[in-house]
C-alpha cells in the first residue's frame, strides 16, 4: 500500500492503494466516482476513459502510481450540471441506447474538439475508432459532435 495524492476534477484527494492498482479502480471503489466505466479491462474499448492533463487516456490499464498529482477530469467534473456543449448536444441527437459506453464515448469527443474544435468528417471517425458502441450509435455521435463543435 502506499499513499498517493490525487488531482480529480479540481480537487486535491489522497488515497492509500497498492500503487499498481489502475485508476478505474481507484475512481470507482475508492473515491465513488462511478461515472467511469469498466469495459473490458485491457483498454481497448474506451469506457473507462478520463481526461489526463487534458487529453483522453483509458483508466483501467493505467496504475494510479502514474497519475500522481496530475490532472485528471473524470466525467463527473466535465460540468457540474451535465451542461457542456458535448453532453447537450449527445441529448439533442438521442445519442445513447444503454448508455454503458457513453462516458467514455463523450470524453473522447471532449478531448477532440479541445484538441481540433471544428474537425471533418474523417477526424471524428478517426479520434473516436477506439471507443466501441454496442448499440451502433456512431452516426449520431458523429452527429453530436458536429453539433458540439457549431455551439462553441
Do not use: F
Not at 497519475?67 to 439533442?92: C, R, Y
Not at 438521442?94 to 471533418?120: E, F, H, R, S, W
Amino acid at each position: 500500500m502506499a499513499t498517493i495524492n490525487l488531482n480529480i476534477n479540481g480537487k486535491q484527494l489522497t488515497v492509500d492503494v497498492d500503487p499498481k492498482t489502475p485508476v478505474l479502480w481507484v475512481l470507482r471503489e475508492h473515491l465513488n466516482l462511478v461515472g467511469t466505466k469498466y469495459g473490458c479491462g485491457i483498454a481497448q474499448c474506451g469506457a473507462c476513459t478520463i481526461h489526463l492533463e487534458g487529453t483522453a487516456v483509458r483508466s483501467c490499464s493505467l496504475p494510479v502510481s502514474a497519475v500522481a498529482n496530475k490532472k485528471i477530469t473524470t466525467i463527473e467534473g466535465l460540468s457540474e450540471h451535465g451542461d457542456h456543449p458535448v453532453q447537450k448536444a449527445w441529448l439533442e441527437h438521442d445519442v445513447a441506447q444503454c448508455g454503458y459506453c457513453q462516458t467514455g464515448q463523450i470524453m473522447t469527443a471532449v478531448a477532440l474538439l479541445k484538441t481540433n474544435p471544428n474537425p471533418t468528417d474523417a477526424q471524428i471517425e478517426n479520434a473516436m475508432s477506439g471507443n466501441i458502441c454496442r448499440c451502433g450509435t456512431y452516426l449520431r455521435i458523429k452527429d453530436a459532435i458536429k453539433s458540439a463543435s457549431a455551439q462553441k
